[in-house]
Each structure stands twice: as C-alpha cells, then as structure tokens.
C-alpha cells in the first residue's frame, strides 16, 4: 500500500514539470517559426517558395503532376515578369527550384 501511495505521489509531482517543459518547448518553437516566416520577403516571393514541392513534383513527372501551388506561383511570375510570360511551365519549375 505504502509503494502506491509513494508511486501516486511522485506521478503527481512529476506531471506538472512534465506540462510545463512541454508548453514551454512547443511555445518556443511557435514563436521561432513565426518570426523565421516574417522576413522582409515579399508575398509574391513567399507564394513562389511555398510552390517548391509542387515545383519538384512536376518536373520530376515531365508535367503530369500539376499542384494548387505550382499553379499559382506560375501565375504570380507571369504577372509580374514580363520574361516569364514566353517561358514554358517547364522551365519556370525549374526556375524555382533554383531559387
């Protein structure tokens, strides 16, 4: 009786730190990435980063595989660069990928 009443203790002492180290861990890492992800990059630049997944997915599939993102990044280039507008999607993936 004396060792579960001892195991239930320390199982209540420890669970609070236990919380708390959580929070803690989980807090600082929220807070690390939002202040990584609000740099002085503009929203087309960011829309153009977030499409590298689909950027890859597509080369990799010779332009089978056509992703939400890829496509708005191609849009957001041909908008605002006259370059991209005669460039193929093609080659615009590509292009992001070396970014």
């Given at each position: 009786m004396k060792r579960l009443?001892?195991?239930?203790?320390?199982?209540?002492?420890?669970?609070?730190?236990?919380?708390?180290?959580?929070?803690?861990?989980?807090?600082?890492?929220?807070?690390?990435?939002?202040?990584?992800?609000?740099?002085?990059s503009s929203g087309d630049d960011k829309v153009v980063l977030a499409a590298r997944d689909d950027a890859a997915l597509f080369v990799a599939s010779d332009g089978a595989i056509r992703g939400a993102r890829l496509e708005a990044a191609l849009r957001q280039l041909r908008e605002h660069d006259a370059a991209a507008r005669g460039a193929s999607d093609l080659d615009l993936a590509r292009a992001i990928l070396a970014r």
């Open positions: 009443l001892l195991a239930a203790a320390l199982l209540a002492c420890t669970a609070p730190a236990w919380a708390g180290s959580f929070a803690g861990t989980t807090g600082g890492a929220t807070s690390a990435g939002t202040s990584a992800s609000s740099g002085s």
